[in-house]
């Protein structure tokens, strides 16, 4: 007896199988896979092979803004690339205060011009709450960006600026930016990206970070769950021979990099944002004495910015020398240090009372 083959179906059957995939697209975007406020686990950080995920940095740091009175922003030192998360700076505020007031809120590679478009587009949700913002001197030791470096170095983010508005500049590249999240928000399709990144469906990926772990968690977990296993430094600098570095510095009048960070200021002063600038602390143990002495004053003029500019700032003392674990990047150990100077000279800020 002859059976038709299963995809040789009329037009009138296709036509069915259309509309109910139509169907089952348009409806499966509401279908609550997680909770619709889902709680952060303590000390939480976006984990390091995931850091190119702007939607994800997006939601986790619009959840952090409604559950916790003060986000940490800025590169690799505030997530802490040398540290376990429960040793970052973030978690060690939590720990002095006795209270979970401090969420992480940093995420790797990020320069200052690089930050800035990050905040931008990728995290609307932190206005009018309080941001301790970390800026990192390093990034005034590396050779300074042409504006070909600054463009290269933005367009080697995918998705770090909405692509339609990346060409532009000034109003018009804000109102193409606006349109275009407006319209990725409205589709079907934005909203197909948002439930699949809440669902979790990267099992592959999550899999290989967590060999033991069953990939159900990776569904029924609010949010990546963070690993301590990728890119640490746990080791000192001083462990093995050293040698003094020598390098030069910029100068904060010419540096595109400094002006990228006051853009960032800008920014969030605009959002109504309370913004405690942590400048530093950088690993002069390190420096020969020149480096160190063009450093020392480099330090000073960032601090006469800040001023002038009416920011409250702290320039972080140095460490130990046993708590770096390279020229910039904190131990564990490292960050309670900072975490006791920051409470000793910033409480009543820390604690929202200023």
């Known amino acids: 007896m002859f059976e038709r083959q299963g995809l040789e179906l009329s037009l009138r059957e296709w036509l069915v199988v259309g509309l109910l995939v139509t169907a089952f697209l348009a409806v499966a975007p509401s279908i609550p896979f997680r909770p619709k406020t889902p709680v952060i686990e303590p000390d939480y950080r976006i984990p390091y ?47 002095v205060t006795h209270q979970p007031r401090f969420a992480n809120a940093g995420l790797d590679g990020m320069n ?99 060999p033991y772990e069953s990939p159900l968690k990776a569904i029924s977990s609010t949010l990546p769950p963070s690993d301590d296993t990728s890119h640490l430094r746990l080791a000192p600098w001083n462990a093995g021979p050293t040698k003094p570095i020598s390098a030069g510095w910029l100068d904060v009048s010419t540096s595109v990099q400094w002006q990228a960070f006051r853009n960032i200021i800008t920014l969030l002063e605009q959002r109504g944002n309370k913004v405690l600038v942590v400048v530093g602390p950088m690993n002069e143990h390190a420096f020969d004495a020149q480096t160190l002495e063009v450093y020392r004053k480099l330090k000073s003029d960032i601090s006469a910015d800040l001023r002038a500019r009416g920011v409250r700032h702290m320039v972080a003392s140095v460490l130990d020398s046993s708590n770096y674990s390279d020229l910039c990047h904190p131990l564990g150990p490292g960050y309670a240090e900072m975490a006791k100077e920051l409470l000793q000279k910033e409480s009543a800020w820390l604690f929202g009372q200023e």
Not at 51 to 59: A, G, H, N, T, V
Not at 74 to 84: E, F, L, N, T
Not at 161 to 171: C, K, M, Q, S, V
Not at 175 to 189: F, Q, R, Y
Request: charge should be neutral.
């Open 49 to 95: 092979p995931l850091s190119r995920r702007y939607d994800l940095y997006k939601r986790y740091t619009t959840l952090a803004a409604q559950q916790s009175p003060t986000l940490l922003v800025g590169d690799s030192v505030i997530w802490g690339q040398c540290a376990r998360r429960r040793e970052t700076l973030a978690a060690h505020l939590n720990a």
């Open 112 to 210: 200052p011009v690089a930050l800035h478009e990050l905040l931008q587009y990728h995290a609307p949700g932190i206005e009018k709450s309080r941001v301790l913002l970390q800026f990192d001197p390093l990034w005034m030791m590396i050779e300074e960006l042409s504006a070909h470096d600054v463009r290269e170095a933005l367009y080697n983010r995918p998705d770090l600026i909405p692509r339609l508005a990346a060409n532009f500049t000034g109003p018009f590249k804000e109102a193409v930016s606006a349109s275009w999240s407006k319209l990725a928000d409205a589709s079907p399709i934005g909203a197909w990206g948002d439930r699949l990144a809440d669902a979790k469906l990267d099992f592959l990926a999550w899999s290989l970070d967590h």
